[in-house]
């Protein structure tokens, strides 16, 4: 059974930046057509995609938050790393990552719990 | 900045049938990519509930249906339940974005 699970902190400062993990098992990033991506949901709004990274490395990035956002992989560890710079309060959300695999269908059948990131002085 | 737009909310009697509808654009439904939608129930992650269109994951009841039409899809729920009361979300890829794309969401209570 594929499981997801974020983790980070709670709460950041404006302008400071957020890093969150995400861990998962019974997958390998390094299977041909797999990738993890990051969404977000603010408060009562809608889910918002941020960005993919794939087996291959390749990764892509929402364009309007594309130079404020890194995706990394640890394959070893079955990790996946998202950075994202000069954190807002209107980046408050829930932070979801799932799995994803491209040879199927190009959508998150996987989710993990999501965690909450407030951004408050 | 969603770029599928979906009627922000739907209401049924128990037993009724709903639809939701996605209406998208060339650069993503309209070119061909599926389009798979998501149930959320209050305080939970989305759950994956209709994929490619019109197919249901192991354990989704078949009251719920999905389909596709040039730039547009919807997902139908038939014999409503009140455990169906939640958010829909539908979602596809976009060229312009080279990205993955969600539907602004939908809102379905049961009455």
């Known amino acids: 059974q594929i499981t997801l699970k974020e983790s980070g902190p709670t709460l950041v400062k404006p302008t400071q930046t957020l890093t969150l993990t995400c861990t998962f098992s019974?997958?390998?990033?390094?299977?041909?057509?797999?990738?993890v991506g990051w969404i977000r949901q603010p408060p009562g709004k809608a889910l918002e995609w941020l960005t993919v990274?794939?087996?291959?490395?390749?990764?892509r990035y929402t364009p309007s938050l594309r130079s404020r956002l890194t995706i990394t992989k640890d394959t070893s560890k079955n990790q996946v790393v998202l950075t994202m710079t000069n954190m807002d309060p209107v980046d408050t959300a829930t932070y979801y990552c799932a799995h994803v695999d491209t040879t199927v269908f190009q959508t998150f059948d996987y989710w993990g719990q999501g965690t909450l990131v407030t951004v408050s002085s | 900045q969603s770029v599928l737009t979906q009627p922000p909310s739907v209401s049924g009697a128990p037993g009724q049938r709903v639809t939701i509808s996605c209406t998208g654009s060339s650069s993503n439904i309209g070119i061909g990519y599926d389009v798979h939608w998501f149930q959320q129930l209050p305080g939970t992650a989305p759950k994956l509930l209709i994929y490619?269109?019109?197919n249901r994951p192991s354990g989704v009841p078949d009251r719920f249906s999905g389909s596709k039409s040039g730039s547009s899809a919807s997902l139908a729920i038939t014999g409503l339940q009140a455990e169906d009361e939640a958010y829909y979300y539908c979602?596809?890829?976009?060229?312009?974005?080279?990205?993955?794309?969600f539907g602004t969401g939908t809102k379905v209570t049961v009455l």
């Open positions: 979602q596809s890829y976009d060229n312009n974005l080279s990205g993955y794309v």
């Open positions: 990274i794939y087996w291959d490395d390749d990764k």
């Open positions: 490619g269109n019109n």
């Open positions: 019974d997958f390998s990033l390094s299977t041909s057509g797999v990738g």
